[in-house]
């Protein structure tokens, strides 16, 4: 066994290419175990609910169903470490090997863990296992476009027909970096679906937003979703402003659907920080700034689709360098939920990347009601972080 020997990062990422969808994963396996000896290769998925870790079947094995699927429990295992401090992990095997396990990531993105045992653990080994992870992130970004496998793979309860539809509304990354900002987004679902959804794009200039929050529950609110989202993408995608995606999400309902949806819009200019929102009869959003917590008290409109005539209007968020900002449907804060301070929330996690204080709060939610939802929980956040050039914010090649 030579670290120096067998395939380079380059040839991974073609090698990939050259599989097939659901055998690519499997090029990162062969190289490891041909460079440097590696055993015991898997790569584990986070389920959609966040809440146990799912290992994917090598190509070639024996199809498996969702009861034969091997999971863990997240909280307090090796996953939960690696993800949450996204640095690579390393143990004793009790063999005289060493088992490496390190953060599959895209942006941001948290896709799972890279888990393996190796003879040696020195610095090049590290080094190539880190670098292996990260590759097989951007290969699962890619092949996921074309396989159910991936998706498959983070089921592990059946899904109803709302929730399908209501998870195939939301960014395929729940999670963005960048130089000028990083945002997490989450939804906790209700035991019957309610409608939410939350959505971000990226252009030259701007970065945009939404949160939004169908009426009524199950299959009828995840239509009506559908409607809102898709008439604000078509809007967006044909660069119109916040304004006229609007009264595109608005005319949309009234025109095809049958009830409303409230919502929150906004656009953050990159070179700037410039941000402007509409509000459609959604909660307020709140502003960290320092150690205090602000409910932003916007002019709130009516909500898109509503039988009335509306007058939508753009306003300006103060938004500094520094802050965080976070937007909630009002799962967040109603009902048994209401218990939750998130302000206090919050400040105790200000130091936590987006992805973590999304988790932090979904989390008080869900343990608020019980773990019974009437009404769907979902909040954005995103940090500000002000620089026109520069790195990304990132904590990813780091080690513990």
């Not at 009861?67 to 095997?93: F, H, I, M, N």
């Not at 996921?144 to 991936?150: A, C, E, H």
């Not at 995608?237 to 409303?260: K, P, S, V």
Request: proline share 3%.
């Amino acid at each position: 066994m030579s670290g120096g020997e067998g395939l380079g990062l380059d040839e991974v990422l073609r090698q990939a290419e050259d599989g097939a969808p659901v055998e690519s994963v499997d090029v990162v396996a062969r190289n490891l175990e041909k460079r440097f000896s590696a055993r015991e290769v898997s790569f584990w998925l986070v389920d959609m609910v966040g809440r146990e870790a799912v290992r994917l079947p090598r190509a070639g094995t024996a199809a498996q169903t969702r009861t034969e699927t091997e999971t863990v429990e997240l909280a307090g295992s090796v996953y939960e470490r690696v993800l949450r401090s996204q640095r690579l992990y390393q143990e004793p095997d009790g063999e005289g090997g060493c088992r490496l396990a390190a953060p599959v990531t895209n942006r941001g993105d948290c896709l799972g863990v890279l888990d393996l045992t190796v003879p040696v653990a020195d610095e090049t080994v590290r080094d190539a296992v880190a670098q292996a992870a990260h590759a097989l992130a951007y290969i699962v970004v890619t092949d996921r476009r074309f396989t159910d496998l991936y998706h498959w793979g983070r089921r592990t309860t059946e899904v109803s027909l709302a929730a399908e539809i209501q998870h195939q509304l939301l960014p395929s990354a729940s999670c963005c970096e960048a130089a000028q900002f990083t945002l997490a987004g989450g939804l906790v679902p209700a035991d019957e679906i309610g409608g939410d959804t939350y959505d971000y794009a990226l252009d030259q200039e701007a970065l945009y937003l939404s949160i939004t929050d169908a009426m009524g529950h199950d299959t009828a609110s995840a239509l009506l979703a559908t409607l809102t989202v898709n008439a604000l993408r078509k809007a967006r995608r044909a660069g119109r402003g916040l304004l006229d995606q609007a009264y595109a999400a608005h005319d949309a309902i009234t025109r095809h659907g049958r009830g409303m949806t409230t919502g929150q819009l906004l656009r953050i200019q990159l070179e700037t920080g410039a941000c402007e929102l509409v509000n459609a009869g959604h909660p307020w959003p709140l502003r960290l700034r320092g150690d205090s917590v602000e409910e932003l008290t916007v002019a709130v409109n009516m909500p898109f689709g509503v039988l009335a005539p509306v007058a939508y209007q753009v306003q300006q968020l103060d938004l500094r360098p520094g802050d965080r900002l976070v937007l909630i449907t009002d799962g967040m804060c109603e009902r048994a939920a209401a218990t939750v301070d998130l302000a206090a929330l919050l400040r105790a996690t200000r130091d936590e990347h987006p992805r973590e204080v999304v988790r932090a709060l979904i989390s008080a939610v869900h343990e608020a009601c019980g773990g019974s939802l009437s009404d769907d929980a979902t909040t954005m956040v995103v940090d500000w972080h002000g620089s026109r050039t520069g790195q990304r914010h990132t904590s990813v090649g780091s080690r513990i």
